[in-house]
């Protein structure tokens, strides 16, 4: 199962882009990557999810390199309100997937 | 998204009592919901890994006669503790599986207090 490393914090100013990346060398073939957000007392909230090369959505990209071993969480222009924990997680499309979660990075956005 | 709801959002008791948690998935069937834990300050803890309509998988550490989980149909699973104390204060989420790739939905987490 593979394990995940991210930074344990990072600060950054309005408007700036964030990019947070997660460390995952023991990816399997069949595993999907995913970003969850998570602000104080509530549950994480899926953010983005991606197999490789690049996926954007409406609030964020992700960066997936060809050897997969690492990804790369991006968010455009962030705001206050994007302080929060950020989570990266890995597991396969059939479910195999290990739920459990690592440390998360604390970003910390400020005006 | 999909939603998952959780009842209570948070809860007062007094310790020895028990207290049951219920995770809800509004619209979509989850044949897997997941439990976790979350210290003040920490991450989430995985405690148990639920199937519908059969005994749910405790990770090494957690006390399955402590946390009993029960998943009877595919859009609940509850999760009470027994005999709960202080030390079971925390935060309680429940995730749900939805049926795109391996996507987890969260629910919005359930405050426990133990006086």
């Known amino acids: 199962l593979a394990k995940t490393t991210q930074p344990i914090s990072m600060d950054s100013y309005e408007g700036q882009e964030v990019n947070i990346t997660c460390s995952h060398n023991n990816i399997a073939t069949n595993d999907y990557i995913t970003w969850y957000q998570q602000f104080p007392s509530q549950g994480p909230r899926f953010i983005i999810q991606g197999y490789k090369t690049k996926v954007t959505n409406e609030v964020a990209s992700l960066f997936i390199p060809a050897d997969r071993k690492s990804s790369t969480l991006s968010l455009p222009r962030v705001s206050l309100s994007d302080t929060a924990v950020y989570y990266c997680?890995?597991?396969?499309?059939?479910?195999?997937?290990?739920?459990?979660f690592g440390a998360g990075t604390r970003l910390t956005v400020k005006p | 998204g999909a939603v998952v709801s959780q009842h209570p959002s948070w809860v007062i008791c007094k310790s020895g009592t028990s207290v049951k948690i219920e995770c809800r998935s509004l619209?979509?069937?989850?044949?897997?919901m997941f439990w976790y834990r979350q210290f003040p300050k920490q991450s989430l803890m995985l405690m148990a890994t639920s199937n519908e309509g059969s005994k749910a998988t405790y990770e090494q550490g957690v006390e399955k006669d402590k946390f009993l989980i029960n998943h009877a149909s595919l859009t609940l699973s509850t999760l009470t503790v027994t005999s709960a104390h202080p030390e079971d204060s925390s935060f309680y989420i429940c995730s749900a599986r939805g049926v795109v790739r391996n996507e987890q939905y969260f629910g919005p987490g359930t405050r426990l207090t133990v006086t």
């Open positions: 619209d979509f069937q989850a044949t897997t």
């Open positions: 997680l890995v597991g396969d499309e059939a479910g195999n997937n290990d739920m459990r």
